[in-house]
């Protein structure tokens, strides 16, 4: 399943282009030295990075504990399901984001972001990535609730990881090549995205089932404790 957080981020970052993608086209980046650009990108990059990983760490020690209570399979079909109903019944969903809290949060946190892309140091780049890591996106729910499936804090960071890295082509596509997030190409990955959600849902809710197919849905591990009478 780890190979699912890359496909994820990979496919999805169509949908990363249409919603972040301004955020990457307006990065501060040298234009003039070649060398220096692609340093600029790459600690943006390695900031969205680094905030993934860090998410995908506290949702992995949950799923870790999770996993200790013998609920590890269940939970796999729950995130499974959640992520189809959250394709199915979206305005469910939507009443989340709109509680005062959290609107506070997220007005706090794109404004340190319109401050950072107005900067240029070293550590520009790092911040806006970092900061851009925490914006609310559909896409990085579904990627958290994968790394809510790991049994451990460091599969639910590596699968947070690879998802950031499924995204970086198509990301860096945008700094080099311009916003080309045109109106058909948006309608195309707003089709194509549920699509994508749901896929991968079958797959966790597969996996949760423990049907024995290899790779996608491998039985449950049962440990087996034999008691011997010692020998005197």
């Not at 949950?62 to 013998?70: A, E, N, P, Y």
């Not at 109903?85 to 305005?91: A, D, G, K, M, N």
Request: with cysteine.
């Amino acid at each position: 399943m780890m190979v699912s957080g890359f496909i994820l981020g990979f496919l999805g970052s169509l949908h990363c282009v249409g919603m972040c993608g301004p955020i990457a086209f307006m990065l501060p980046v040298n234009r003039t030295h070649k060398g220096i650009q692609f340093f600029q990108v790459g600690s943006y990059h390695v900031g969205r990075l680094f905030t993934y990983s860090f998410l995908g760490l506290i949702f992995g020690l949950f799923g870790k504990g999770v996993s200790l209570f013998g609920f590890q399979q269940q939970l796999s079909v729950l995130v499974g399901i959640l992520m189809i109903l959250s394709i199915v019944l979206p305005r469910y969903f939507k009443k989340i984001k709109s509680r005062n809290k959290i609107n506070q949060l997220l007005y706090k946190l794109k404004s340190a972001l319109g401050d950072a892309l107005k900067k240029k140091g070293n550590d520009t780049f790092f911040t806006i990535g970092f900061l851009n890591g925490f914006l609310p996106c559909g896409l990085v729910y579904m990627a958290v609730f994968g790394a809510l499936t790991t049994n451990s804090v460091l599969q639910g960071s590596l699968y947070m990881f690879l998802f950031g890295l499924g995204t970086i082509p198509l990301m860096t596509s945008v700094v080099y090549l311009g916003n080309f997030t045109q109106t058909h190409w948006k309608r195309k990955i707003q089709k194509a995205i549920p699509i994508l959600v749901i896929f991968m849902g079958f797959l966790f809710i597969l996996r949760g089932l423990g049907l024995g197919i290899p790779y996608i849905s491998p039985k449950p591990v049962v440990e087996l404790v034999t008691a011997t009478k010692p020998c005197y």
